[in-house]
């Protein structure tokens, strides 16, 4: 074999399409995965469902959630894969209820090098944005009370006709 030869090996085992851990590959198709979300309703808390296919037999199979702010922070964990079979998945998480404004949903994908270990875990990508500008609204009982307390509130600053 040839130095050229050599030179091509080399770089195709030891330095092509090498990462930083967080940021996927160009051409990584599972990550970042679908997302639905269901709003919260009142007092009762919303969900997420993150969902899609996985290259191998390590889907992702837990799911966590954080919320910071404006932020709701996302963490799936997956074990890694083995089997180079395509793996559908899908994981719901509840999460609220929320303080009306304007949140933004994160994502992250950890990985359990060892599954019995959970000091193993490791961010492997995210945070990533997964939904921007995500609005809840007051609910309407709010804004019919706000209304009421507005009108009650004009009818004792009126001004007295009559006497002076």
């Known amino acids: 074999m040839g130095r050229l030869g050599l030179v091509a090996i080399v770089l195709l085992v030891f330095g092509v399409?090498?990462?930083q851990a967080g940021e996927p590959p160009a051409g990584h198709w599972w990550w970042p995965p679908g997302v639905a979300v269901t709003p919260p309703d009142g007092a009762k808390p919303g969900s997420i469902t993150l969902a899609g296919n996985w290259p191998d037999d390590g889907a992702p199979d837990a799911i966590?959630?954080?919320?910071?702010g404006d932020r709701?922070?996302?963490s799936l964990d997956h074990v890694a894969g083995y089997l180079t079979v395509i793996t559908p998945w899908s994981l719901s998480e509840k999460f609220g209820p929320l303080s009306p404004g304007t949140y933004s949903i994160y994502g992250s994908l950890y990985v359990l090098?060892?599954?019995?270990n959970p000091q193993s875990r490791r961010l492997e990508y995210g945070p990533d944005l997964l939904v921007g500008n995500y609005v809840v609204a007051p609910e309407p009982s709010t804004l019919v009370m706000l209304g009421v307390g507005a009108v009650a509130l004009l009818a004792c600053v009126r001004p007295r006709r009559g006497r002076q």
């Open 72 to 74: 709701v922070d996302v």
């Open 113 to 116: 090098d060892d599954p019995g």
């Open 17 to 19: 399409g090498r990462v």
């Open 64 to 68: 966590g959630h954080a919320i910071l």
